[in-house]
């Protein structure tokens, strides 16, 4: 399948991969089993079952691995016996991704405060910033690090754990915050306006930050710069579409900068959540497969970057039902313009669409969102 290699049927929705040093994948499905696959993923053996939904894994220093539940909250699962300990007793609401530290300190995103996840799409889509940052202590403490993120998602922690990272979906960018050094305690942006809405992050083993990117951000952006009663409105009157088959990653150094990209139309492989990097390969996740996949990084097809900041895809490549869309946006641009110029969330990009919707027609393409 075009260079991408996909394991055997295992159930709906491996949201995440985690490599073992041995070769195995572990991955968390829909319906709450923890698998681990061979390192050829032709067969799977049953680990667990959580009682939720398993979305982000980490292994844990104690040989455990980590799991972050979309509804049981933080856990830890023993990989010999699969049995499961909660590590938060009182957990924030839809835990999503997470890092960890040496000593066991584990970093983790709490998306929405609004919505479960069967309705994210509502949370990013809204875009009202309910998402944060946590930090779990070895003695079971837990400190809210950041808060009023949008839709915070993936996790991944500095090698030399000054600074841990967090990716925000509702926003298309990466915030950092410091843990140690003379900034400590501060966040600042790491990269912004991203081409694309970033889902999970990773470490891979050439000491990158993996970023999936999991769909294209411009019709996210439109919608975002509308006064929030027609984002509320949008997102229950417009229907949802195919998800997107196109594979977008990008790798980062750690100042930021895009060190390579990959831009796939033809993975045949969609909706994907996550891409580790594990000896110079690519391992692949879908909130929407009913697999796991592989794709070698030499035959990844990938555009290769000279370095720099990620920049955002100017066309407006959003699907919205055409004359729907169209009347939201002309309507509350032409009369509430201070709502969307005035506000944090406009951009060039909703400049650009203010100035064609007010003047245009509707478009003649059918569009549609396809988040989650």
């Not at 590590?87 to 584990?106: E, H, I, M, Q, Y």
């Not at 970093?107 to 946590?134: M, N």
């Amino acid at each position: 399948m075009n260079g991408v290699e996909t394991s055997c049927d295992l159930g709906r929705g491996p949201e995440d991969v985690l490599a073992c040093a041995d070769g195995s994948v572990l991955t968390g499905l829909e319906d709450g089993r923890i698998l681990r696959l061979s390192p050829d993923m032709s067969t799977m053996a049953e680990i667990g079952n959580t009682g939720g939904r398993p979305l982000g894994l980490e292994h844990l220093p104690d040989g455990r691995v980590l799991i972050c539940d979309a509804t049981r909250g933080l856990l830890a699962m023993e990989l010999e016996t699969g049995v499961v300990s909660v590590l938060v007793r009182d957990p924030p609401p839809f835990c999503n991704n997470a890092a960890v530290g040496a000593d066991g300190t584990v970093y983790f995103s709490s998306s929405s405060r609004r919505y479960p996840i069967e309705h994210s799409t509502r949370d990013v889509v809204e875009a009202r910033p309910t998402g944060s940052l946590w930090q779990r202590a070895p003695d079971g403490t837990c400190t809210c690090l950041l808060d009023e993120l949008y839709f915070a998602n993936g996790v991944v922690l500095a090698p030399d754990e000054s600074h841990v990272l967090v990716a925000e979906t509702g926003a298309a960018r990466v915030q950092r915050f410091w843990l140690a050094g003379p900034r400590v305690g501060e966040a600042e942006m790491f990269v912004d306006d991203l081409p694309a809405l970033p889902d999970n992050m990773s470490i891979g083993t050439d000491g990158q930050v993996w970023v999936e990117l999991v769909v294209p951000a411009a019709a996210s952006r439109a919608v975002w710069g509308l006064p929030y009663p027609l984002r509320w409105l949008a997102v229950r009157v417009v229907r949802n579409g195919p998800a997107t088959l196109r594979l977008q990653a990008m790798a980062l150094d750690w100042q930021g900068n895009v060190t390579r990209q990959i831009d796939r139309a033809d993975a045949g492989y969609h909706f994907v959540t996550v891409v580790r990097e594990f000896v110079g390969a690519l391992y692949l996740g879908s909130i929407a497969e009913n697999r796991i996949a592989r794709l070698e990084l030499e035959a990844s097809h990938e555009v290769r970057h000279a370095g720099g900041r990620a920049a955002s895809d100017p066309a407006l490549c959003c699907r919205v039902p055409a004359v729907i869309c169209h009347a939201f946006m002309r309507a509350a641009f032409a009369h509430a313009p201070s709502h969307c110029e005035n506000g944090p969330r406009y951009s060039s990009i909703c400049r650009t669409a203010r100035s064609r919707m007010i003047s245009s027609d509707p478009p003649p393409i059918a569009m549609t969102f396809t988040s989650r």
